[in-house]
Every structure is written in C-alpha cells, then in structure tokens.
C-alpha cells in the first residue's frame, strides 16, 4: 500500500482524497516508479478541485510530472535504481499521475534525469520550468537574440512565467514582466525582470494594431492578452502561446502577421518529442542551480495538495508548490 491524491466522481459527485492504494491497482505500464518529487500545476489544479472537465476517466490520480527512480521495469533501457522525469503524456489525466508514493507508466514517457540534477531541483522546474525552457528554444531557433530587443513574458508571477523571466534574463535578454500582482515586483526584479507592467494594459480588448513594444513575447494566458500581445509585436517578430490562464479564445486580426509579418507559435510541452524533453532538460540544468530556486518555490507534503490547489486557483499562489512524497 502507498499513499496518493484521487479523484471520483461518482453520479456527478466529484471528490478528491488523500487516499492509501494498491500496488496492484496500478494502471498498465513497463516502468513502476518510486516518486521523490512531484507538484501542483495549474492543469493539477483544476483536476483536483473539478474546476476543468481536466481528468478523462476515473478514478485518477492527479499530478502531471514527478521525478523518481525506478523501482522496476520490463525495458532493456532502463535499470532498476535510473533516476527519471515525466512530464504530460496525459499523466493525471488519462493514465495515473505524480501525486502518490508510487507510478507506473510507459517507458517511453520517461527521460534521464540530468546527472547534475536532483529530484528535488527537478520538480522544482517541474512542468513550468520545462515550458518556459521549450518556449526560449523556440525564440532561439527562429534567431531571436538578446541584441533582437524586448521579450515580453505575460502572467509573470506564475510558475512558467516566474521560469521564463529567469532563463531569458540568464540568456541575456531585455524582460518585460507583465503581472496582476504588483505588489510582486521585487520578486520579478530578482528573477531578472527590467521593466514590470499591469496586466490590465493587456487584457480587454485592443486595436488590431498597436504602438510596437517588443520583438517577442511569452504567453501563457490566451485571450485578450493574447491578441493584445500580438498587436503590440514589433515587425518580424514572434510570440509564443504555451498557456491558456485568461481564456482558450483568441479575439485578434491577421493585422499583426500580414501587416508586420509576425509569428505565433505554440508549444506543447505534453506530447514534446524526446529529443525535444532532453534538450530541455539539459539546458535547464546548466542554467537553474538548486540554491537558486529556494525564493519561488514551497514545499508541502500530500496532506497539503487539496488547499494549496484551491490557493491556485483562486490566484493566491506566487511562484511554484512542490510536492515531497518519499
């Protein structure tokens, strides 16, 4: 028996619990992991509160990615005692997720975790960090430089924001930080942030086309923000759409790329290729140290999930929760 977080919803009566479970209860899978770290995104959250048709089938076990070893395994790549990570895949959704004591999944959705990485450090990037990382390397592909011009990163104090304003300052680059929560500013400023703005400048509806602000942005609100964002991108410029924290809807014209050939781009960090994921992962681990992630993150333990994804939802969260299991 091992302890985890699950989800039922039995004649429309949905409830999440702190539950012990099975062993043998366990979904289909080749990998069964002993799960060090796992934590609460905002797509965890809405699974566990109900807030979101998120979770697919039931009972589920929330909880997106984790970090772990591997406790047993039917595939010729991995050894007993291999440090892992997973992220997406449908995990917490479809197939039973990071938030218990103990997983087993397809092999195939697993990477090595960086040799220089611990579990720890791992989910404190977590799926935010791992986001923000695919976002910047897609800037970088398209040749968007710090010598480029402004990035600007919207819903700035939470987890993939609070990740890109620190990968991107690292890099070099001029960040605008567009937040809801002023009174976070410091907290954006020692992330690496050069300018902060409102939110609200962003997120009622704009003109097709505006003053042009930045030669590229970050967003993980959709919406508003989203066309906004858009309409305010400077000539050859690209935004990158990873989030959908405001709205799914996009109320934009093609103004912004026929008139200023600007590019929008999405990523997708849940069925990312596995060169993709390691390419990622080993950025991150050169770039963000463990003693550096103590001012964004808060350690909870399982009995803490339920409220603290409550606290998310509600926008009562700064930076990132992470979870300790084992």
Known sequence: MFKGIIINNLDNDYETKLENI??????????????????????????ITGK????RKFPMIPGIDFA???????????NIGDKVILNGWGVGEKHWGGLAEKARVKSDWLIPL????????????GTAGYTAMLAVLALQKENIIPDSGKILVTGASGGVGSFAINILSKLGYD????TGRLENSNYLTALGANEIIDRNTLSEKGKPLMKERWVAAIDSLGGSTLANVCASTSYGG????????QAMDFPATVAPFILRGITLKGIDSVMASHAF????????SQLIKENELAP???????????????????????GRIIVKLN
């Open 52 to 55: 979101a048709p998120i979770v």
């Open 68 to 78: 772990g070893s591997v406790l047993e395994t039917n595939n010729k790549n991995f």
């Open 238 to 245: 690209m935004v990158i759409a990873c989030g959908l924290a």
């Open 22 to 47: 099975n062993e043998k209860d366990l979904p289909e899978g080749d990998v069964l992991v002993k799960v060090y770290y796992s934590t609460i995104n905002y797509k965890d959250a809405l699974a």
């Open 114 to 125: 960086p040799q220089n990485m611990t579990f720890k450090q791992a989910m404190s990037i």
């Open 296 to 318: 964004m993150i808060e350690e909870i333990s399982l009995n803490d999930v339920i409220i603290k994804a409550n606290n998310l939802i509600k926008g009562n969260i700064t």
């Open 175 to 178: 960040v605008i930080a567009s």
């Open 277 to 284: 994921r390691i390419e990622a992962w080993n950025k991150l």
